[in-house]
Structure formats: structure tokens, C-alpha cells
């Protein structure tokens, strides 16, 4: 188990410039999550995925946020022309879920990585 | 929609004392998951403690324990023996257990711990 890992650990841009962070879950969990958290708040909900499929995407995420998991291994989120109400910790974090006996959602608990801190200047 | 309040933005223990964080949360189902984070300055967050709501027996993990009272909505999280090494923001979250509910975690605004030496 070599834990979530995220890639970069910090990235500034300027504002418009586009940017991609990297999310490479724990190998057996089939669920991954993104999450935001600006300082001194909680994580924001911003999308997850079951394997490959992204299921559920916050209303708060505007079109300039997109996330993929192809093949349901890694997974990406991009933003695209960046603004300075962007800059904050990109979290994300993994578990493994399905239905218990009686259909139970079941769900390891979350499995954080160190997170992406974004700055737009 | 479900939502969780931590309404004690930051709280102080002296160490080997201990300390309650409070916790409330809102919701119309009736089956689901409750979960205390960790986390500590610039460290990647843990888990603490869970429990799940059909068990009416409160979670313990070492100095660690919930008080969950499912009728209040309210899930609050004791820490004995406080040592430095519990300095760290704690997060209270909400998950559904149902399996047509959604499988994203609810989180609450943190509460800051210091503990003094």
C-alpha cells in the first residue's frame, strides 16, 4: 500500500493559463474522489468516480473544471482559464465500496493524499 | 441535502486532559456513516474514528470515542489523554449508507485543537 499519491505538490499560474493535477489512487480502491479546501475550511466536494465512471459532480463546479479516470486507475482535473478565486488545496482521495449483504452501501473509509495547493497570480 | 455544522471553530486542552469536539449533522435518512478526520499542519489528512448509524453502540479507538446520539443528530468525539502529537484541525463527516444515495462525504467546517503543554 503505497497510499494516494498527488502530483504536483504545488503549482502557480498566472490567471487564464490552464492547468492539470494528477491523482494516482491506492491500486484496489475503485472509488476516487476530488475535494477543495481553501484555509481554515472544510473540503469541498467536487466530483467522484466508481472505476471509470464520474457519477456525481458538484453544481458548484463550473465548466472550467473537467476530471477524468480513464481505465479507472489515475485520474485527472484540469481547470481551465484559471481565476485567483481558484487558488486553494486540490485534495483527493481513494476508497473501495460495493453493496453488503442486505444492500448496504459499504465503503472503506477515505484514503487522503498530501494534496496540490494552487496559486493564481 | 445533508449538511454537517462544527460550530467550535477552535478549541484548547492542556495535555493529558480531555477534550470534546462537538458535532452536529442533518439529514432524512435513516442509514449512513459518520467519520472524524484528522489534520494535522501541512499533513495529508486521516481518519479518526467512524461510526455507522444502525449500531447503537458508540465507537471507541484507543483515547478516542464518539458520543452519538442518532434521535439529536448530533456526533461528537472525546479525546483522553491528550497528547501534543492531537494538534490538528478534526473534521466531522456524513456519508450515506443508502445504496441509491450518493457516495460523497459531507464535511464540516473543522475545528482547530491546540493542546498546551
Known amino acids: 500500500d503505497t497510499g494516494v499519491s498527488q502530483d504536483p505538490r504545488h503549482k502557480i499560474t498566472k490567471r487564464g493559463q490552464n492547468v492539470t493535477f494528477r491523482c494516482d489512487p491506492i491500486s484496489e480502491h475503485n472509488r476516487l474522489y476530488w475535494y477543495r479546501q481553501t484555509l481554515g475550511q472544510g473540503p469541498e466536494f467536487l466530483t467522484y468516480?466508481?472505476?471509470?465512471?464520474?457519477?456525481?459532480k458538484s453544481r458548484l463546479l463550473s465548466d472550467r473544471f473537467s476530471a477524468e479516470r480513464p481505465k479507472g486507475s489515475f485520474s485527472t482535473l484540469e481547470i481551465q482559464r484559471t481565476e485567483q478565486g481558484d487558488s486553494a488545496m486540490y485534495l483527493c482521495?481513494?476508497?473501495?465500496?460495493?453493496?453488503?449483504?442486505?444492500?448496504?452501501?459499504?465503503?472503506?473509509?477515505?484514503?487522503f493524499g498530501n494534496g496540490t495547493r494552487l496559486t493564481v497570480t | 441535502a445533508q449538511t454537517v455544522t462544527q460550530s467550535q471553530p477552535e478549541m484548547s486542552v492542556q495535555e493529558a486532559e480531555t477534550v470534546t469536539l462537538s458535532c452536529t449533522y442533518d439529514t432524512s435518512e435513516s442509514d449512513y456513516y459518520l467519520f472524524w478526520y484528522k489534520q494535522p499542519p501541512s499533513r495529508q489528512m486521516i481518519l479518526v474514528i467512524r461510526q455507522e448509524a444502525y449500531k447503537q453502540q458508540n465507537a471507541t479507538e484507543n483515547r478516542f470515542s464518539v458520543n452519538f446520539q442518532k434521535a439529536a443528530k448530533s456526533f461528537s468525539l472525546k479525546i483522553s489523554d491528550s497528547q501534543l502529537g492531537d494538534a490538528a484541525m478534526y473534521f466531522c463527516a456524513y456519508r450515506s449508507a443508502s445504496p441509491s444515495g450518493t457516495y460523497k462525504y459531507i464535511f464540516g467546517t473543522g475545528t482547530r485543537l491546540k493542546v498546551l503543554a
Open positions: 468516480f466508481q472505476n471509470e465512471a464520474q457519477l456525481e
Open positions: 482521495a481513494s476508497s473501495s465500496g460495493f453493496l453488503q449483504v442486505k444492500a448496504r452501501s459499504y465503503n472503506s473509509p477515505l484514503h
